[in-house]
């Protein structure tokens, strides 16, 4: 029996590892060039001890997806077409064509010796795997008058294929499973907050490639690391306004990750923790306020706190002229204006659903609740359906893992009983 999988962030590598591991067949189809998912922009969040930010299991997962025989992976590839059979479906897979073999060993010579300003050949995002390069055919200068060529020739492995083209396969299946995942609340959608106008002013999804790349936050603006920290939670979340009026659980437990790991980098960095409530999952938000209370520096003898957990939303932030980005807040008291200015701020997002496709979405029966979260339309009755992972309601990266593991392992019917 084989079995799609649509999707390759933690929900879809857990189901396919699981699948393969139990001897079905597995076609696992994912859009980006790289596995992984979000998780694979993610940095992890623990440097002198394990934080359980779930990361790593993530791209272990990846990783372990391109080695396993019985899943076949299509990167860069979506479905074009899903018919239903009397055996299942039958899935027209579609694979653009990104001209580096997986002889590829990442050595990165053909992004030096790209000519293009901005560059047409790239590195996988994040921590993806595999870690195959890819060109960007509409700048490359090869696919143009001048014929360019330097990427190949600075190749070791001569894994440059300007002879790639797009694919189209069809795979026969018994089951699908949907994991197609989320969206990052885009922080520009609320411009009071400055994201996107302040380069110092930026979305936790920013801050973790920083993190993941630089080893530690540093300002966009000018490389230095901050002596003031703002993070903000819930931004966009629980804000019936920007259409997520529900809590993406996962935010408190990655906010107070973060905070963790950036004071810990730097022992010069004071931090204001703003929050509505402390959500953490099945962390202890204890430990998290005993931390922060536990976070001092010895100023003239005194012990100050570095750390300030401020249950507040602040309503503004703006660039002032002394190069600070200032706050505008109620503090705790809801009875007056705060006006405090940081070197950097952080806006800590939640998530949207991910759609699918709308003639896909029919043609395995899905139903969407009000806020975009997909479900089989008759859970109970259509066993080779099943949606797993944050695309079917918000969950961090342990809970999809363990509940798709759960459902690729158990026959769908008793797993409904
Ligand atoms: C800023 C931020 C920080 C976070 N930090 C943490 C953390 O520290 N710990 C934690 O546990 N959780 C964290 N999370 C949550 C975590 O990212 C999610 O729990 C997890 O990614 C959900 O996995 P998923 O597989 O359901 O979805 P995703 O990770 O979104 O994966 C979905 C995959 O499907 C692919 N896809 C989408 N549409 C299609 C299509 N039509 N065809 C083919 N492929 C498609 C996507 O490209 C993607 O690879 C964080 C989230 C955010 C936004």
Known sequence: MKVLVIGGGPAGL?????????GLE??????????GGMAKELTCKGITECRDCGVCFAIDRAAEAVRTPGIEVFLSSEITSLEKTNEGFKA???SSARFVTHNCIGCNNCVEVCPVEGKAIFAPSGSGQPRTYWIDRKRCLHFKKSKCEECAKACPTKAIDFSDRAKNVTRTVSKVV?????????AQELPRLACGTTSDV????????????EG??????????????AMIQCVGSRNEKTGIGYCSKFCCKYGTKIAQLIMEGSPEMDLDFYFMDL???????????????AMKRKVEKKKVPRVRLIRCMPSLAYPGEDGKIWLRSSGETDAEVMETPYDMVILSVGMRPRGVPEDIASRLGLAFDDNGFARCQDEEGDPVVIVLGAMSEPMDIEE?????MAAAATPRKEAGE
């Not at 930026?202 to 790349?213: F, G, K, L, P, Q």
């Not at 959500?279 to 209370?293: C, G, I, N, S």
């Not at 999809?400 to 798709?404: E, G, H, M, P, Y």
């Open 279 to 293: 959500r953490t999952l099945y962390e202890p938000q204890e430990d998290f306020k005993k931390w922060a209370v």
């Open 400 to 404: 999809t893992v363990t509940r798709a």
């Open 216 to 229: 530690r936050l540093k300002r966009p603006s000018d490389g230095v690391v901050p002596k003031t920290v």
């Open 178 to 186: 949907l994991a197609t995942g989320i969206e990052p609340f885009d």
């Open 92 to 94: 027209k897979i579609r």
């Open 202 to 213: 930026i979305s936790s999804v920013d801050a973790e490639r920083i993190i993941n790349e």
């Open 14 to 22: 857990t189901a396919a590892g699981t699948l393969a591991s139990n």
């Open 26 to 35: 597995v076609a696992l189809v994912e859009r980006d060039y790289t596995l």
